[in-house]
């Protein structure tokens, strides 16, 4: 091979080494940028998510009666103790029931939960729940209460969805009577799970006058 036939391959091959080593080094230039932009990415959204306001998670205490009758004594109790608290009922029937069992003067006490505005300070009390826990979870927030006593019982058409007479058979034989009451965390999930299933069922939520009619209404029952 002669000296300048050498000498140009040389040079080719060290051309060729070059444009090598700076497609190697702008690949890598490359992947260090995607890299350090996805890195950055995450960090605005970590922020974004931290500096977020999420609503307060929302308390709700369950207590759960064997009877209807029971559930009302026990708000004539509750009345006593605090003239100024406030019952409010998702259905109309609801609301007539209650005020049954209390004095004409102590109807103030109690509302419609549709025609509640703001609760000024006073002791919330709801004296059933809605079938749907994103109707319930959306006047909690707008009336801005942090814990949310709800008054049932077992008898109630909402519970006979998921078997409260049997568990009335189950509790009795336990010894359990009429004026014992019922309140756990655990109860209070597994009435929110059977509102999730409810509300998986409901297609439209069709208002009505009372708990019956609405299961008639917008579930299989």
Known sequence: MLLSDKLHWEFEVEICDFQYRLKFKRRKAILFIEY???????????????LKSSPPEIK???RIWMSGQAKWRACEAMIQVDPNCLFIAWFEETLNELRSVLPPEKHQCTILARDVMNVDGRMVIFVEHYPLASAEQALFEKLKLQEVPVLSSLDEPLFHLFGGEKMVEILKRLGM???EVLGHSMITKSI???QKKIGKQVIA???TTSQQRWVSLNTNR
């Open 36 to 50: 350090f932009c996805s890195k950055i990415l995450l960090i605005l959204i970590t922020m974004f998510s931290f």
């Open 60 to 62: 709700v205490i369950d």
């Open 177 to 179: 009577n009429d004026e």
């Open 192 to 194: 929110q799970n059977a």
């Open 205 to 207: 939520d069709r208002p």
